[in-house]
């Protein structure tokens, strides 16, 4: 199955608009890993980008997934890019 990754942005002070979704959003992303389609997703160490990887059937999918997290909805996160990713190692 192939993999793609994300790149995205965080909003302005999202340490602290994150609280009221950061347990839905928790929540999600353990359903999407223990479906094994989450290989991977987390903040840089400043908090203004996300990166993930994912395992699904087609980009498609991936940005389902993420149009549908309470961080994107809530404007957590601002944009987001997803690529098809070759795995060389």
């Given at each position: 199955?192939?993999?793609?990754?994300?790149f995205g942005n965080?909003?302005?002070?999202?340490?602290?608009?994150?609280?009221?979704?950061?347990?839905?959003?928790?929540?999600?992303?353990?359903?999407?890993?223990?479906?094994?389609?989450?290989?991977?997703?987390?903040?840089?160490?400043?908090?203004?980008?996300?990166?993930?990887?994912?395992?699904?059937?087609?980009?498609?999918?991936?940005?389902?997934?993420?149009?549908?997290?309470?961080?994107?909805?809530?404007?957590?996160?601002?944009?987001?890019?997803?690529?098809?990713?070759?795995?060389?190692?």
């Open positions: 199955m192939p993999k793609y990754i994300l965080y909003c302005e002070n999202a340490l602290e608009k994150r609280t009221p979704y950061r347990q839905d959003h928790l929540d999600g992303l353990q359903k999407q890993k223990d479906a094994g389609i989450l290989i991977t997703l987390g903040p840089t160490k400043d908090n203004t980008k996300v990166f993930g990887i994912y395992e699904a059937e087609n980009s498609e999918k991936v940005k389902e997934l993420i149009e549908n997290d309470p961080y994107w909805k809530n404007g957590i996160w601002t944009d987001y890019e997803v690529k098809e990713w070759i795995q060389a190692f």
